[in-house]
């Protein structure tokens, strides 16, 4: 593949890069250091046309997280007994999960693509089915999809809510529909109750990608536990990083040992029994297990993360306020019902037009310089249209099970077309959580302080 590689991660990466950009500029030229506020001039002037950065030298929080002082006995313990396979730290780690959403099991694993691609390997659908996804993320989702041999089959987001249409899921249902695949993206639920009323009429298979959604919520319920599996990621990134980790949730006992059974080699666990030695595999498996020190440093944000979900909401709600008062700036709505977000990523929908014409990467470049670290989010790169599954779909498999008519990858990117999807690509505004959302009610309004300086000097930036 020639063309630029934009992952989540470099996304990230590029995010930090540009934070410590404008922490350099904050530093100022040869020992001069502006604060806003000294002058009125440079205070009220652009910081990307040289004035002084709303944010002046503040930094924002570090991401991941890690009290050395009150964590690191607990992780040296875990490395001295030289238990590190998995173990009791694993199993501690799984119970509170699944104790923290209200759930029968959990099941953790190496990260949260394995999470989900174990997630459908244990499920029914197979060559020939038809598994009804979110398009608003990125390859990760859909593998064990593919893995199955089924085909992915699109549909459009809500714009304002970011999320997969219920709507929209209807009008894709066909007889080989077995599966529905939201994805709480950004850390914002889906609408789980009128997806799931859609699953139970036409019996479907549901795994929610919860990857970004850690302790959301829709009515006090939280996401990852309406589906019959729910994946979380516990990748350093995310809202309980442990540096690589997944986790599975399921009220099927069944269906759980079976997981369990799969992520370690499919020996015997639970009702998947019968074998001959300790090394009997009844089912075939992989081997995605969590080491105990993971689960130390998962156990160890755990304890700070009902605190911080509680930090994060309360901001996400100032800032929904106060930046829904500026034209062209949407923050991005929680549907109605869905009482927590996330806020992996504090999300918005810029419209050009309410901003004299502005373009969306000037206003960018704009609240960079101002200390506001901001991007656009996934790149216009539909996950329909990626190279992946043109090559899955010259498979074997994939020939003797669907028509040449459904592998045709221009007719597929058509019918997968998502206009809505395309729309965000163009418009949103992400703010990754990492420390930012942790930030106190000064930090916030630094953040809107900027958007109303950018406001206030839009002429100028054109
Ligand atoms: C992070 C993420 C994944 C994958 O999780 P890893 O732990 O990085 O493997 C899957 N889906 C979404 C939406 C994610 O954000």
Redesign the pocket.
Known sequence: MKSKKVT?RSFLSTISASTVAVAATGAGISGFTPVFGNSRDTADKLAVLGGSPVRGNKKWQNWPQWDAEKFNPKMNEVMANRVWSRSHKVAEFEKKWAEMHGSKHCLSTV??????SAAWMQSNIGPGDEVICSPY??S??IFGILYKGAMPVFADIDPATFQIDPEQIKKKITPRTKGILP?H?CGYPSDMPAIMKIAREHNLFVVE?A??AHLAEIGGKKVGTFGNAG?F???A??NLPIG???GILTDDTEYYDRLYSYHNFGYASGSVSGQISSITALILANKIRMAEYQAVIGLCQMEKLEEQHKIRNENGAYLNEKLSAYPGITPVKLHKGATAASY?IYAMVYNQDKLDGLPRKRFIEALNAEGIPVGTGYPNDPLYAQPMLQEVFKSDIYKKFYTTDDLNFEKYKQKNHCPALIQTFNSALWIWHGGLMLGSKSDMDDIINAVDKIHNNVAKLK
């Open positions: 989540r990260n949260g693509t394995n999470a989900l993320t990125f990760a989702s994805v993206i990608d990857c970004q994946c990621s516990f990748q990134s995310k690589e980790g997944g992996y």
